[in-house]
């Protein structure tokens, strides 16, 4: 049942930073997460980037992005996601906030290289970009994390 629960409100977080929080019975803070998703979501212009980026206008996109605000986007969505998996009683092992973390955090990397970033002239741009970072930012976190575990448990048996 737990398990279930924890898929279920990562998947609803994914949907919409908040929902997981609803699901969690957790009303004021989900509240909070959805009117400062939609504050970003409105002065970034994400919603009006993501339609020419999936038609293939990643300079539209770029052009339309205010990147002082989509730069807050990347660390809001992980940190409602992890917020909510959290209180579904995920994260309870040791360092399992890292993949969360790095996730938020190369995410932003890849908002701020979006409208440079580009493989042989092929531009990825503000939704690509940013969403491959974060995958990518989430196995680093995981690779982060079995190397702290791994460094623990070497230095308590040495002691």
């Known amino acids: 049942m737990v398990e279930s629960k924890k898929a279920e409100v990562i998947f609803w977080s994914i949907a919409l930073p908040g929902f997981g929080q609803y699901l ?9 997460f959805i009117l400062l998703e939609f504050i970003v979501n409105m002065k970034s212009g994400l919603n009006y980037a993501i339609l020419p980026s999936f038609y293939g206008n990643i300079q539209e996109a770029i ?3 205010n990147f002082q605000w989509l730069m807050f986007y990347p660390c809001l969505y992980l940190f409602a996601m992890w917020d909510a998996y959290r209180d579904a009683g995920g ?14 955090f190369i995410g932003t990397i890849g908002v701020v290289y979006s409208p440079v970033f580009h493989i042989n ?11 491959l970072f974060l995958i990518l930012g989430f196995f680093i976190g995981k690779i982060i994390r079995k190397i ?10 040495s002691v």
Not at 24 to 32: D, Q
Not at 121 to 131: A, M
Not at 148 to 157: F, M, R
């Open 24 to 32: 969690n019975g957790k009303i004021l803070k989900g509240t909070v």
């Open 63 to 65: 052009a339309h992005t």
């Open 91 to 104: 994260g309870q092992e040791p360092f399992s906030f890292l993949p969360f973390v790095f996730s938020a």
């Open 121 to 131: 002239g092929v531009y990825l741009g503000v939704i690509w970009l940013p969403i």
């Open 148 to 157: 702290v575990i791994n460094y623990n448990k070497e230095g308590s048996s």
